[in-house]
């Protein structure tokens, strides 16, 4: 009988400093980002003790200059290095910035990021060229990923980004993006 | 945040190709990608210092075909794609050469030719722009960096365990048996929807189950075969999922 006390056991109750601490701890040791429920199941708190705890560690970080953020990202939590290290970190980790994508391709993920779910020749129509060596690229890069078939002549595969673009761009969810609209006032 | 400092600012239109003038025979031109036919119109026309609602259609097409002639000349393969925007220029061009018609009204709207271009070159503008915005958000975000994986992230203690952990599981729960039964004692045997009532009454009451610990609470091998089919029975039926944290070791059956 003793899974009741693994599973019951009645735990002491914590102080919103030991929260702060915790929920440090969680984030940092993800791999990924964690979200707001997630933390709040593993710890068995409610949802706003959480969000005051992040908010807490946000703060605190910002007030002793930190070199780490607590950063919202794709609908969650993510401890991540300051911009303005990044040559430092950069150097120390030996990388060089990744690859970057091609034109056509920043269009191509700039039309369905905006259009989803957009099937292969509504983005044609768009960017008025064949676009399939980009959709391979950026499925390739999990950019992008399929989103069922449109129920019209052909059945055309439709298209929507995926969780690793909200993060590669950073991102916390779609509704980030600037507005499509707010691109007219540029055109001449 | 304080996000994109200087550094980080990126000229998008830098990356686009440039024709670099010089005689009209041979031009001098900085080959880079154009991303389509409505980008390298858009580039033309800027290039032109035109209105995009009032394109010289007959100059912007001249310039467009020479482009094209150019690429070819270089050897450089052509998007058909290209070929159908000259079309459509060299169509649309030829459409404001004709006359108006005499008998049409002179209320009456005409629609310029030109229109859907413009509307799919605006269109189109947009995305570019957009395009932009999505490289600049990346640059920034290489900036950015998590902590390194560690080796937790590879090995997840969150593994679905497969057919082959629970047999291992069961196998040793079987071995330590034999080595242990010191008395039979009769008992009545339970049967499989009982031992499911059984399992699954305590997968909902307490969330999860520690597949070892209800194996070793079986009396016979019987019933630890009884005990092991309920299991399957339990997770291919109800919504449990199983779940291990270390390779060969317990398997945990999860209220999802």
Sequence with gaps: MDEEEIVSAPREARSPGQLVALVEALIFVASEPVTTKVLADVLEEE?????????????????????????????????????DFHEEVRSFLKTRPSAKLSLASLETLAVIAYKQPVTVPEILEIRGVQSASAIKTLLDKRLIVAKGRKETVGRPMQYGTSKDFLIQFGLNDLSELPSIEDFEDLVQ | MNEQPEQFTFDFRESTAQIVGGASEDLKIKIGDFAGPLDLLLFLIRQEQANIFDIPIARITEKYLE???LMKRLDISIAADF????????????????????????????????????????????????????????TVEQAIFTRGPIESDDNNAEIDASVFDLLTVFQKIVARHVDEIKLEIEREEISLADMMRTLKKRIFEFGEVSMLKFFEEMHSKREIVTAFTAVLEIVRTESVKLLQATTFGDVILKKI
Excluded: C, H, N
């Design chain 1, 47 to 83: 949802r706003e003790s959480i969000e005051a705890a992040i908010e807490q560690l946000q703060s605190d970080y910002l007030s002793r200059d930190s070199g780490l953020q607590v950063r919202e990202i794709a609908g969650g939590w993510q401890l991540a290095t300051r911009t």
């Design chain 2, 67 to 69: 482009y094209i002639r």
């Design chain 2, 83 to 138: 070929l159908v925007m000259a079309a459509t220029l060299i169509e649309i061009k030829s459409k404001m050469l004709l006359p108006r018609d005499p008998f049409a009204g002179e209320e009456e709207e005409i629609e310029d030719p030109r229109q859907e271009l413009v509307d799919r070159l605006l269109e189109y503008e947009k995305f570019k722009t957009a395009a932009g915005m999505l490289y600049e958000r990346s």
